[in-house]
Every structure is written in structure tokens, then in C-alpha cells.
């Protein structure tokens, strides 16, 4: 079996996508973090773009974008995640490719500089829905993107739809209750054990440490007390 290291932040959820194609494959793996404001020599030697996530291959292939390591993992491991049938794959990488636009509507709130920003961010969020619950209805009767069998497209959407829940929790919207669709996929996926790398809390809690140490608009709603006891 290849030797295989994957390079991380231990927040970022273009990681966290090959992170999960790994475990739902039963295949080791070393996740090795690094800091953001301090990239070693040795990774920024085997990372042309300077980010996350890199896998390294028997210690002499580097491979980077999640996208192009994923599809690799799963030309190369098997299960095969990728539908058989050529049409529905397409299908599936077309809703892969739109998950960093997704992203950055469901999540661009924390980003946000100030409360005219953060209600435009928002305002996003139920269209991103929107056209997810409009796909699931296509796609079959759950609980995975391409019903019962799990999916390239289930692990893509995992770690955003787990963020949403996060934010959610520091400044309650509740958006996602209007698209039984998509609360229900997101559930199935949270409670999927693959999609964490660490235990639900112990990540959540690193994530609102993130988020407050940004210094925008929502940092001020992850409460000190909170944070502290996390």
C-alpha cells in the first residue's frame, strides 16, 4: 500500500475533503498541520500554489488542489465514490466545481467587515440553498447527494455544510429549516464519521478561536466566556 502524508491547516475545509475521502476508503494517512503564518521551507517546496491542501505520495509525488488529489484518490483506492454511469459522474463533478462559489455564500458571513457586509453575505445564504434543494430533488431520495450510495459530492460539501452549522450557532439564522432537503443531507453528513478529524466539539471550538481571531464583524458574537471554556 503507498505511504501517504497530508498536509494541513487545522481549520481548512479543502483539507478536510481529502481527509474524508481517505477515511470513507479505510486507507492510513498521516495529516501533518502546519501554520498558516508560518509555512516551512519544506512545504512551500512541494506546493506551487503555496496552499493547502498537498498530498504526498510515497514520499516522492506531490500532489496539489483538492479537486485534482481527490479525483486521484479515487481513480487509485478503491471503493470507487464516483458514479459508474458517465452522465451522473458529470452530473457530480458539475456540483463539485460549484462548491467553492457555495462556499463562499454560505460561509462568506465570517469574512464579513461590518454589518452592512455581513447582511449582504447572508442574504446569500438561501440562494445557495435554494439550488442545492432543487438538485437533491433531482438526484433521489437521499440520504447522500446520489441517495443512498456516498459520493466525491458528499464529501466536497461536507465540511462547508458543517461550517454553516457553526456560524450558526454564534449568530443564529436558522436559514437551512426552510430546505428540508438540505437540512436532512447535512445531517446524514455531520453524523457520517468520516467527516471529522477531530471529535465535533474539540473542532468546533477551534473554529470559533478562528473566527474571533479575525477581528471582523461576527468576532464580536463568539462570546469570550465561551470561547474560554471550549
Given at each position: ?75 487509485t483506492i478503491a471503493p470507487r ?150
Open positions: 500500500m503507498a505511504k501517504y502524508m497530508l498536509v494541513s491547516f487545522k481549520t481548512c475545509p479543502w483539507v478536510q475533503r481529502s481527509a474524508i475521502i481517505l477515511r470513507e476508503k479505510d486507507t492510513p494517512f498521516e495529516m501533518r498541520h502546519i501554520e498558516p503564518d508560518n509555512r516551512p521551507d519544506w512545504f512551500l517546496a512541494i506546493s506551487p500554489h503555496k496552499k493547502v491542501p498537498v498530498l504526498t505520495v510515497d514520499d516522492k509525488t506531490s500532489l496539489f488542489e483538492s479537486n485534482a488529489i481527490n479525483e486521484y484518490l479515487d481513480e465514490l464516483h458514479p459508474d454511469d458517465p452522465v451522473q459522474r458529470a452530473i457530480n463533478r458539475a456540483w463539485t466545481d460549484y462548491v467553492p462559489t457555495f462556499s463562499e455564500m454560505v460561509t462568506g458571513q465570517a469574512y464579513a467587515e461590518d454589518e452592512a457586509e455581513y447582511k449582504e453575505d447572508i442574504a446569500q445564504i438561501p440562494v445557495a440553498f435554494e439550488r442545492l434543494e432543487g438538485a437533491l430533488a433531482k438526484q433521489g431520495a437521499g440520504p447522500f447527494f446520489n441517495g443512498a450510495k456516498y459520493s466525491l459530492v458528499d464529501a466536497a460539501y461536507a465540511p462547508f455544510l458543517q461550517r454553516y452549522y457553526f456560524l450558526d450557532r454564534i449568530k443564529p439564522l436558522g436559514v437551512i429549516d426552510k430546505f428540508p432537503r438540505v437540512k436532512a443531507w447535512a445531517e446524514a453528513l455531520l453524523k457520517r464519521p468520516s467527516t471529522h478529524s477531530f471529535p465535533e466539539r474539540e473542532f468546533e471550538a477551534l473554529y470559533r478561536l478562528n473566527v474571533k481571531g479575525r477581528n471582523k464583524y461576527l468576532s464580536q458574537f463568539v462570546a469570550e466566556a465561551a470561547v474560554a471554556a471550549e
